[in-house]
Each structure stands twice: as structure tokens, then as C-alpha cells.
């Protein structure tokens, strides 16, 4: 069987404006099975218009169409059979429509209305639709400067949110292609486009101003109709268009909507021509999947607050809208404020939303009793609902969450045996679903959910394994290479509102990294050749402002944003590693890049001129920043992890920034202090360094800072700084604290990579390693990742002395396998292997040791009963709470009478959570392990 035949990474897609390219997967069970050979053939009206003829090749990726001109507007059938080794036959079939192809064949200009500037009420375009007989089909083509949402008939044409979605406006703007068969009737139909400020209009960035792109929202939009007999109807936007006001008072991504249903709409005459029309750039097909509701929550608590205020809490912290069933008004309006968490009080907790104010009003009579309704141009980051004007006896079953985001398909699995981790991994999930929305934003909740190429750059590789990102990275890449150039580079923001800034290592770097991601997880090697400009523009401009030592050592830095190895109240906050050896390790890491596209693209000059830079600095980074005996200037965990993982240093300084980056996680009693630029790397840098057992105890660290620390406190989501949420439930009060960042998920990359050892080797994973590491702490790991050839499957488990590996290789690709606790590597076809064999490996591990902290051991309720009950009043000397932060052997070797004490407390917690200190163990209750609030969330 052939499966996922898809045209250019969709599914039977319409609106198509590029060449198609197709891609389908072979399913087969057998051995060993790769592709012989296929042939392609596309047929339009019966018609074949492309016949590949067959073609002995095991390419099954991006073949691209070259038949006859396409034409537009027109619904092509597509065959692909395949041939395998086996001589099997494969078949699949497709479709694609294409889209408008060019601005020549559309019919209607661009129309505006005549509101008065300040006006922030939403305007509404109608145009009756004449249909004189039976729809065959029929799409609406449309586009906004603002964002739009078009009814016929008063029926939503279409599921897209947030259309036309962000752009770089001045540049490139999409158009969306919609299926309105279904909506049309025979006779005369009201077709009506409402008009919301988004992100062309509304207030937008950290300085809440309005009008980035304009300060008039405008509509281009063209109905084409075609009737059973063949007949072809169609009907643009032009100033025959009328104007009416609408429902919706105004409407702000960071404020929220103001509806009323009582409202008087009057109507305002015709629509006139747009006169700033041209100050909007080239008009392009939808590129990436739009925004939609993807999931549904009902209320799962109400709650009084001490306030006495009614909240409710939807359990899950997310990008979303709510939908109401209006229920009937106690006050003159119903209003709906977010908020992503209570206070440690249980009170509504919005001070971290700064400006982003976050209130849905809705004004109605009594008819409009039981009317559903939800918001159309907005969305706001939130966990809980605060409910006014309905009384505090409102039934919670009316309020729906509607998680929204761009529409990807989820492309893995993960399962641990630790409930936290489980939960950590659901957390780095909706850190991608809350903030790809249209773009890669830094988060969604407050004045700011900006397309912060940092953030993209550190997060990219976790989130090409859980979603596929190709169309949305290509789609944002386009922008970012968009308004980039040789003179500041790139910008920190995409679409850059923040105007002309030097761009900055680590976050311009994503113009180089984040490529190079996708085409390793895609094997996509035309888009590659797309952006190749941009990753060279952008190596060049660093090489333009480096010093006379090769180096680069000027100009603003967000050095290792965030990291904790700074001093406490200083309020920089890019972390004590030396910025211009984080900018300078960036430097060489895209150069490096860099030499590696101009080899898969074939530019053998570019090549050598990019492996001769990286040499370069590589060896001016030893001679500034190494000491002879391999001594690094910045101590920091980030630079030692720079210095390894961008394979900066050699021989015996190797080794010597090992024991260095060792002894300093030491210091912090294996704690991470890195940032944005040395988390996602730090694990991985210790399991390729042979410290997997390091990297799993720094990973599965339950206290501050680390990842499962947010965990304990209840996050669904992944939190911008390591303590968000502070020990006693306070928040980080320095104005930027969002609970849901997906930075620090970039960890799920290591998840897969190293503890479940799945890795490409070869752009698309036509080549990859199964490396399966023993992780302490974890007996059981069960990954599978869908690729562009089919799916990949690693289920490892270590128990009972008994270590099993169950694997699927799927056909076409080939694997490099190496087992656990077994010499060598093979290489393995496709096909499933079992493997069984025996250990005197134990991956269990104690959860309490004399490793833990004082602290710990107290937080557990058992813990504190123990020490009452052994050593009655000791919790209550005023001077213990400063050895909570010493671990049991640090007090031990302070005052070793203790010992017998600490043990005791320590092996009876142990004996409640199912382990003991010497390793030994019970039953354990992975459910009771999870922090209340969590116990009915599955990982699907
Ligand atoms: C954003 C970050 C971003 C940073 C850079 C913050 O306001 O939320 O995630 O990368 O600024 O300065």
C-alpha cells in the first residue's frame, strides 16, 4: 500500500499557487523493503496532463509536476505507483486544485470603508450572490488588510481563524481559499465579510501602539461559482460593496472583544477603492495549515475565590478562545476576563499579562438567552475564566474552552515510566500549541506574543518531532528572510515590528539553524535552496562586524538569556556567561551550518569558503577564550556546553571542559543555571560526552531550578524562567513572567534523540540512529516518530534484570542501531526487530537519597510526620529553615550524629513512594505520584 500521498506537504489541497511536488510513504511490514521505482500521473477534465512514466528511482519525496501549464481554478486527479524490492505493486490516489495563479485573474480590487479613524468598531462588506441554478462548486478567494471572517447566509464560510494570518505585510500576504458549495442556494445569497483590526491594525508589541501596518482595515475578496451546467459565475469586491456597522464594538488581541447584540448597526453606504493598497506586498496562496480549534474543554472546577469572585478552571493552560451559551444577564453585560493561574492565595492572578487587559464583553437582550457565541478576531493565553454579570450561580456547563492553533499534524509519541516526565512532555505539547499560532510566538497571554526568532531558533528540533512544522517554518522563514539584509542583519521579531535593530547571536541565528533543522527532519531539499540566501546574508553580516581577531565581540547581546548564573538582584538578565563568547560559539556554529547546506546543495565554492571560516574561528574562540591547559575564560555550564556541543575545542581541552562543565554542575548539586542559549543543549552535551547517568539526574531534578520542578507545581505548560512560580507561591515580579514559554521544552529533544536514542542521521530520516541510552530513573521508554518515509518505533524497557528492545524501521530508510549494554552498531532495512537479553542493570532509583535537600524531605507530608514523630520539635527551631537548602550528606558531614535520623526519614518516604534507599522497591502507584490538580490527564 502507499500511504500519506500528499501534493507540496498537504493533503488533497486547495488554492494551490506553487508547483506541485508529491510524497507518499510505503507500507509494508516485509524485510528489508525499499522503493524500485514509481510513476506519476495527473489528469485534469478527464485528461491526462502528465505522465511521469516510470522512473527507476527510490526518490519518494517532493517529485515535482512537470506536465502541462497548469490552470488556475482547476481540480487535478494524481496516481502515484510505486514498485518495491520485493517487485510489490503500491497505489494511492490524490487531488489538487489550484488556486488563483497570479494576480491577473482576479476579479474585484481592494475596498475600504469610510469609519472615522479613531473608530475601532468592526466594519461589515455585503454583497448579495445571485446563484441562477444548481452549485457544482464554489470558493470564496479573499484576503484583509486586518483580519476577516466571511458568512453566507449568516453561516461561517470555512473553519480558518485569524485569517489572513501575520505576514510581513509590506512584503507578502496571504490569501485564503475557501470551499463555499455547500453554503450557496439557489436565489439570492448574503454573502457578508466582517473586518477586525488583528495584527495589520490593532495595538501590538511590549509599547501597545496601534496601526503598525495601517490604520484602515480593507478587503480584497472574489466569489467564482461554478453551476452544474458548466457555467462559471464570478463576482469581486468593488465599491457596488455596501458598508454596515457590525456586532462587535471592538476587538484587540491583547484587550479582547466588545459585543453587542442590542446594538443599532447602521449601514453606511457603499465601500470605497483603498487608497494605501500598494504599500501591501506580493499576494501569495495560504502557506502554512490555518489556525482552527483543534480541542474543546469544558469547566473541570468552579471555584469562589477568597475575593469571592466566580472562576472557573478549564485544567489546562492554552492559546484559546472561550464560547458561551449566553445565559441570562444579572448585570447590564456579561464579562469574561483570563488569566493563566490563581495567586498563591487563590485569587484571579492577571498582573502577568501587564497590558493585555483580556476581557471578552458581551451586551444582549433576553432573546439572545442561549445564543452560542465565542470571539472572532482574538485570543488570549489562559487557564481560568473569571465570570461577571450573570450571577455567581451561572452554570459552569456554559462555557466552553476552544484551544486554537495553527492546524499541524502531531507526529509522535513518547511514554515514560514517571508520571512527571509524562507530564513534562504534555507541558512542551501545549507550549507548541499555544504558541504556533500563525507564527512562532515567545507566548501568548500577554502585550507581546511576538515572533521572537530566539525562541523559534531554541525551540525548532522539539518541535519538528512533536508537529510537522514544514509548511509553518517555511512559511515564517519566508518573513524572516523577508526583512532580512546585509545592513542589521536580522531581526529579533518576525514580522519585525520593532524596527531596525542589529540582529543578535542566538535569536538571528535562527535564520540559519532553523533551516537546516527542516531539512533534516523534511529532507526537503528545494526549500533549503530557498532560504540558502538568507543563512549566508546573515553569516556574512556577522563576519561584516567581526574584530580584527576574527571574532564577534560587539554591539548588544542577549548573551545566555535568562540564565541563573548571574548575581541575585541584578536585573541583567542575559546570564553570567560572556556574551561574546555565546555570540562568537553562534558565529562558528553557522558557519559550520552553513558549509554543511552549500554541500547538500552542490555550491562546492561556498563550501570551502564556510569550512575555512569555521576553521577560523574556531581557532581565534581557542586562542581568546582557552587557556593552554584547556582552562575556559567563562566557567559557566553554557559556555562549557557551547564549547562541546559546537565541537570548539579539541583534544585534551576537550576532556578538561568536560571535568570543568562536571565540577560546576557539582557546585549547584547537579542543577542546571543555564538560559534560553545553554538549555537545550546541556543534556545533550552530557549523554554525548558518556555522562547520560549525569544528564538524567540533572533532568530529573524535582526542585528549583529544573524541569520537573514547574511540574510539581502544577504547570501544564512550560514556564519562561525556571521559577516562574517561585518555592513559597509567589510569581517573578520583574514584568515578564508568562506561564507558558516554550523555550525550556526544547528538552523534548533530548527525550527522543538520546533517551529514547531516536536521531536523523540523513535529511528526512532516510538514515538515523536507534541508540537507546539506560536512562536512570526511567525502565521504560516507548517512542514512535512519524517521519516523511513512515513511522519510526523504539520501545525499550530495562526491569527485572531483563533488558527488551522492540524497533520499526520503516521502508526506504535504514537504521544505525545500537543497543543498550551491547558492542557495535548494526545497520538495519526496514522492517520490526525484537531483542531480549539479560542485565544486572537496575534502573530504579531511590527517589529520596542523601543527595536530597533538607527541604525536600520536609515538603512531603510523610517527611515532616517522620521528623515530628523521631525528633519532636526540631522542624520548629527558628534557625532550621536555613539548612532546607543543604542536601542530607552536606548536614551529615556537619554533624554526623544526625545520620541515623536522616536515613530513617529517608527510607521511610522512600518506603511511601514504592522505593527504597537501597534499592529495593514495592509496588509503585505512578497515578498518586502526580500533583493533585493532574490525575485525570492522559498524554493523547
Ligand atoms: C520574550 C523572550 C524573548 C526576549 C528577548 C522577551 O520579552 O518573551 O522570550 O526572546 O524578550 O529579549
Not at 484583509?144 to 466571511?150: I, K, L, Q, S
Amino acid at each position: 500500500m502507499l500511504k500519506d500521498l500528499k501534493v507540496s506537504h498537504r493533503r488533497e489541497p486547495i488554492g494551490l499557487d506553487e508547483t506541485p511536488r508529491f510524497s507518499w510513504k510505503i507500507d509494508s511490514s516485509a524485510n528489508d523493503v525499499w522503493q524500485k521505482g514509481y510513476r506519476i500521473q495527473v489528469s485534469a477534465k478527464g485528461k491526462i496532463v502528465w505522465d511521469s512514466g516510470l522512473q527507476e528511482k527510490d526518490t519518494q519525496l517532493y517529485v515535482p509536476y512537470e506536465g502541462e501549464p497548469l490552470l488556475p481554478f482547476t481540480r487535478y486527479l494524481v496516481q502515484v505507483t510505486a514498485w518495491d524490492s520485493y517487485g510489490q505493486m503500491h497505489q494511492a490516489r490524490t487531488s489538487f486544485e489550484t488556486g488563483v495563479l497570479g494576480r491577473e485573474n482576479w476579479i474585484g480590487t481592494w475596498i475600504t470603508h469610510e469609519f472615522p479613524k479613531e473608530e475601532r468598531r468592526c466594519p461589515v462588506f455585503v454583497r448579495t450572490v445571485p446563484v441562477p441554478g444548481r452549485v457544482k462548486a464554489a470558493r470564496l478567494y479573499a484576503t484583509a488588510a486586518g483580519v476577516y471572517e466571511a458568512r453566507i447566509n449568516g453561516e461561517r464560510a470555512g473553519d480558518a481563524l485569524l485569517a489572513p494570518g501575520w505576514t510581513s505585510y509590506h512584503h507578502r500576504l496571504q490569501y485564503q481559499t475557501i470551499d463555499i458549495t455547500d453554503l450557496l442556494r439557489e436565489g439570492d445569497n448574503e454573502l457578508a465579510i466582517t473586518l477586525g483590526c488583528g495584527w495589520y491594525r490593532g495595538y501590538l508589541g511590549f509599547d501597545d501602539r496601534p496601526d503598525r501596518y495601517g490604520d484602515r482595515t480593507a478587503l480584497l475578496a472574489m466569489v467564482r461559482i461554478e453551476l452544474e451546467g458548466g457555467q462559471v459565475l464570478t463576482l469581486g469586491t468593488d465599491t457596488d460593496w455596501l458598508v454596515r456597522e457590525g456586532e462587535i464594538l471592538s476587538s484587540e488581541l491583547y484587550y479582547g472583544e466588545v459585543r453587542d447584540l442590542t446594538a443599532e448597526k447602521r449601514a453606511l453606504g457603499h465601500a470605497v477603492p483603498f487608497a494605501e493598497k500598494d504599500r501591501l506586498g506580493e499576494l501569495v496562496a495560504q502557506e502554512s495549515e490555518p489556525v482552527r480549534v483543534t480541542r474543546r474543554f469544558p469547566v473541570a472546577k468552579r471555584i469562589v475565590t477568597p475575593k469571592g469572585e466566580l472562576v472557573f478552571d478549564f485544567s489546562q493552560n492554552m492559546a484559546g478562545i472561550v464560547e458561551v451559551t449566553l445565559p441570562p444577564l444579572t448585570g447590564e453585560k456579561l464579562v469574561i476576563s483570563h488569566a493563566e493561574t490563581l495567586d498563591r492565595d487563590g485569587n484571579f492572578y492577571m498582573e502577568n499579562l501587564r497590558t493585555a487587559v483580556s476581557n471578552d464583553t458581551y451586551i444582549y437582550g433576553p432573546s439572545d438567552v442561549g445564543r452560542a457565541v465565542m470571539p472572532s478576531f482574538i485570543f488570549h493565553g489562559f487557564r481560568y475564566i473569571r465570570v461577571e454579570g450573570a450571577g455567581m450561580d451561572v452554570d459552569p456547563a456554559a462555557f466552553t474552552a476552544c484551544a486554537i492553533h495553527s492546524d499541524m499534524e502531531r507526529t509522535s509519541s513518547l511514554t515514560v515510566s514517571n508520571p512527571l516526565v509524562q507530564r513534562l512532555l504534555m507541558n512542551v505539547e501545549w507550549g507548541q500549541r499555544s504558541n504556533f499560532v500563525d507564527l512562532p510566538t515567545d507566548c501568548p497571554q500577554r502585550n507581546e506574543r511576538l515572533g521572537w526568532t530566539g525562541d523559534a531558533q531554541v525551540f525548532c528540533r522539539a518541535a519538528a518531532i512533536q508537529f510537522d512544522t514544514a509548511l509553518f517554518f517555511a512559511k515564517w522563514l519566508r518573513d524572516v528572510a523577508a526583512e532580512t539584509n546585509s545592513e542589521h542583519g536580522v531581526p529579533h521579531v518576525v514580522p519585525n515590528i520593532l524596527g531596525d535593530r542589529d540582529g543578535a547571536a542566538a535569536w538571528s541565528d535562527a535564520a540559519v539553524i532553523i533551516p537546516w533543522n527542516q531539512y533534516m527532519a523534511y529532507g526537503d531539499l528545494d526549500l533549503l535552496r530557498e532560504q540558502y540566501p538568507m543563512m549566508r546574508t546573515w553569516v556574512e553580516y556577522i563576519r561584516s562586524k567581526a574584530s580584527p581577531n576574527g571574532l564577534w565581540q560587539s554591539g548588544f547581546q542577549y548573551g545566555d538569556w535568562l540564565a541563573l548564573d548571574i548575581e541575585a538582584g541584578s536585573g541583567d538578565r542575559t546570564g553570567g556567561t560572556d556574551r561574546y563568547l555565546v555570540a562568537s560559539a553562534f558565529y562558528a556554529h553557522s558557519a559550520g551550518i552553513l558549509q554543511d547546506a552549500a554541500h547538500a546543495l552542490g555550491y562546492e565554492e561556498d563550501e570551502r569558503e564556510y569550512g575555512a571560516l569555521r576553521e577560523e574561528i574556531v581557532r581565534a574562540i581557542g586562542e581568546e577564550y582557552v587557556t593552554a591547559t584547556g582552562r575556559l575564560v567563562s566557567e559557566t555550564q553554557t559556555a562549557c556546553v557551547l564549547m562541546l556541543h559546537f565541537d570548539l575545542v579539541r583534544g585534551e581541552a576537550k576532556e578538561r571542559v568536560l571535568q570543568t562543565l562536571i565540577s560546576n554542575l557539582a557546585r549547584h548539586r547537579n542543577h542546571l543555571t543555564t538560559g534560553f542559549v545553554g538549555t537545550p543543549y546541556l543534556c545533550h552535551c552530557l549523554s554525548e560526552n558518556g555522562r547520560h547517568d549525569l544528564s538524567a539526574e540533572v533532568f530529573l531534578k524535582e526542585d528549583f531550578p529544573g524541569w520537573l520542578y514547574a511540574v510539581k507545581k502544577g504547570a501544564t505548560t512550560v514556564w519562561e524562567r525556571w521559577d516562574s512560580v517561585k518555592p513559597d507561591g509567589s510569581f517573578d515580579a520583574s514584568g515578564m513572567n508568562s506561564l507558558n514559554h516554550y523555550a525550556y521544552g526544547a528538552i523534548a529533544d533530548w527525550l527522543y534523540g538520546k533517551v529514547a536514542g531516536i536521531a536523523p542521521v540523513l535529511p528526512g530520516y532516510r538514515r538515523f540512529v536507534v541508540r537507546p541510552r539506560l536512562t536512570p530513573g526511567l525502565e521504560e521508554v516507548d517512542a514512535r516518530v512519524e517521519t516523511v518515509y513512515g513511522t519510526i518505533e523504539c520501545h525499550t524497557v530495562c526491569r527485572d534484570g531483563r533488558i527488551t528492545v522492540d524497533l520499526v524501521i520503516p521502508p526506504g530508510t535504514r537504521a544505525d542501531v545500537a543497543l543498550p549494554e551491547r558492542e557495535g552498531e548494526r545497520e538495519l532495512g526496514s522492517g520490526h526487530y525484537h531483542y531480549e537479553y539479560e542485565t544486572k542493570t537496575s534502573l530504579r532509583r531511590a527517589r529520596f537519597t542523601t543527595e536530597s535537600t533538607l527541604g525536600e524531605l520536609v515538603a512531603e507530608e510523610a517527611g515532616r510526620r517522620c521528623f515530628e514523630e523521631l525528633s519532636p520539635g526540631m522542624l520548629d527551631t527558628p534557625m532550621i529553615q536555613y539548612a532546607y537548602g543543604m542536601t542530607v550528606a552536606e548536614l551529615i558531614a556537619m554533624a554526623p550524629e544526625g545520620e541515623p535520623l536522616y536515613l530513617a526519614v529517608i527510607d521511610a518516604l522512600n518506603a511511601s513512594w514504592g522505593s527504597r534507599r537501597d534499592g529495593t522497591h514495592g509496588k509503585i502507584d505512578w497515578q498518586n505520584c502526580l500533583p493533585e490538580s493532574q490525575d485525570n490527564l492522559t498524554n493523547k
